[in-house]
């Protein structure tokens, strides 16, 4: 499979953003993006869709832990049975 052109990116990124925007607009109910996801699946190549998705989950880990802070648990671990 050749690499995208400029112009294959753009379509990509355009169509990535406009999903993605709409899901964090809908409290991430992909029902409600269908349209956006569709058109962004077909746009770009499967192996960016794993990506991004990917990305998007690490991303918004990282805001999280950024604004909340590392939180531990109580629990203490266990000494492997002893």
Do not use: I
């Amino acid at each position: 499979m050749p690499a995208p052109s400029g112009e294959e990116r753009r379509r990509c990124h355009a169509a990535r953003d406009s999903y993605f925007t709409c899901l964090s607009s809908n409290n991430n109910n992909e029902s409600a993006c269908s349209k956006e996801k569709e058109v962004y699946e077909n746009v770009c190549p499967s192996v960016w869709v794993n990506y991004f998705a990917k990305k998007r989950v690490y991303d918004e880990y990282k805001r999280k832990l950024n604004n909340e802070g590392f939180k531990p648990t109580d629990e203490k671990p266990s000494n492997g049975g002893q």
